[in-house]
């Protein structure tokens, strides 16, 4: 029953009503389209908000608190594309390209997800870890380059197109990595004080840019419905 009622909870929420109407604007033919540009903004100040908020909580944690988690996050997003792979080559007999796209997706982490997950858990006053955005960024490469690894071992034509050098600068170049680990670094440095100086920006707005960034995802995924007949 607490479970149906949390379910419910969440189907309430303003972020997840307001993916509902993104696609239900597309299902209508309502012209309501975001500005260009608009879409990458809200992912860049999402992105920068979860990392310095986590940096700030990482600040007054200790080593002893934060290492078994990290260690955890770590190993989850290694086995959990392992598996899915194989389970998607041998089992579902996916060829081993999309096994491995798949994996990644599987094991990374969705930012806009745990976003969600935040304010969901804020909602109901619900108390969780201040480093968990720390996880967030803990796992936001391993699984991708766990897949791609497979990939390369696994088939004798990306063993020749799969440079690890390129792959590897835009991972940690990437623009989610740079904004989740770059917002860390300057969370645990400037600690309190310095939340106090972007928390006008970067913590009340919060919601409000997470409800319309779920907009746009709710618009965009109301046009790719048609792709499910083809899957």
Known sequence: MEILNSLIANLQTP???????GIFATLIKSDLKFPDGMYTGLTIYLLFAI?????????????EEFYKPAIVALMLCISIPII??????????YDKANSAALAAHYGS?????FSEALAFLESLH???????????????????IVALFLLKTNSS????????????????????TLLLIGGLIIGILSGKKGHEQFAP????????????FLLEVGIVTGRRLSDLKQA
């Open 126 to 144: 619900i108390p969780y870890e201040g480093y968990m955005p720390s996880m967030l960024a803990i796992m936001e490469i391993p699984a991708i």
């Open 84 to 93: 899915v792979y194989f389970l998607l080559t041998k089992i579902g007999k």
């Open 51 to 63: 990392g310095l908020k986590g940096g700030v909580k990482l600040n007054s944690t200790s080593i």
């Open 157 to 176: 034509q990306e063993k020749e197109n799969l440079s690890w050098k390129k792959v590897t600068h835009e991972l940690f170049t990437g623009k989610g």
């Open 15 to 21: 972020m997840f009503l307001a993916f509902l109407l």
């Open 109 to 113: 982490v969705s930012a806009v997800t």
């Open 201 to 212: 920006l970067f913590e009340v707005p919060f919601r409000g840019m997470l409800i319309l």
